[in-house]
């Protein structure tokens, strides 16, 4: 069964940087792209960021792009999310998410989101 | 503002049969994703590529599409269908992930 949690969300001031991280079990995570998409509180899904299954492809938002950085670690099995220069726009729930295939935007497993909020 | 387009809201009586919506150009070319969304929950996909469902969700969900629009159909609507539904797709250049605004659907 696919697991993915997320972990490093909490409170920067606007300016401070955070880096997430999504530890990954379940599959084989060299073969699957990667994403992170956000939801601000009692909003919508916004796609945050994207990375093909060796590393390439890597796409961002034009709102995050940057400011913020996806890599991946083949060892820890992890995906990671470093962002910096936050503002108050970027206070959302974000979700590391698993695609179909190495290089697909469908997103067939999700985790459970860490919350980022940038306030002073 | 997003480049797909959804209402944001759509009821529909249970056991009935609702259509949710999705507009967009980049759907004349790329297949329309569909998540559905509970209070508190992360988001499940539901239907991908031309009418895929994953394992585990039920067959009254179903997907289709043309033109610009995608569709959603829930075929006799249960209570547990309630949620926000999103439809995601590339956008027109193929570099990015788009996501729909999203629609509430209540079961009433």
């Known amino acids: 069964e696919v697991h993915l949690v997320e972990s490093g969300g909490g409170l920067v001031k606007p300016g401070g940087s955070l880096r997430l991280s999504c530890a990954a079990s379940?599959?084989?995570?060299?073969?699957?792209?990667m994403h992170w998409v956000r939801q601000a509180p009692g909003k919508g899904l916004e796609w945050v960021s994207g990375?093909?299954?060796?590393?390439?492809?890597?796409d961002y938002a034009d709102s995050v792009k940057g400011r913020f950085t996806i890599s991946r670690d083949s060892v820890k099995n992890s995906l990671f999310l470093q962002m910096d220069s936050l503002r108050a726009a970027d206070t959302a729930f974000y979700y590391c998410?698993?695609?179909?295939?190495?290089?697909?935007?469908?997103?067939?497993?999700w985790g459970q989101g860490t919350l980022v909020t940038v306030s002073s | 503002s997003s480049e797909l387009t959804q209402d944001p809201a759509v009821s529909v009586a249970l056991g009935r049969t609702v259509r949710v919506t999705c507009q967009g150009d980049?759907?004349?070319?790329?297949?329309a994703n569909w998540y559905q969304q509970k209070p508190g929950q992360a988001p499940v996909l539901v239907i991908y590529?031309?009418?895929d469902r994953p394992s585990g969700i039920p067959a009254r969900l179903s997907g289709s599409s043309s033109g610009n629009t995608a569709s959603l159909t829930i075929t006799g609507a249960q209570a547990d269908d309630e949620a926000d539904y999103y439809c995601?797709?590339?956008?027109?250049?193929?570099?990015?992930?788009?996501f729909g605004g999203g629609t509430k659907l209540t079961v009433l």
């Open positions: 590529g031309k009418n």
């Open positions: 995601s797709s590339r956008d027109i250049t193929g570099n990015h992930v788009v």
């Open positions: 998410a698993k695609a179909l295939t190495g290089d697909s935007s469908t997103l067939d497993s």
């Open positions: 379940g599959f084989t995570f060299d073969n699957y792209a």
């Open positions: 990375i093909g299954w060796n590393s390439g492809g890597i």
């Open positions: 980049s759907l004349r070319t790329y297949y």
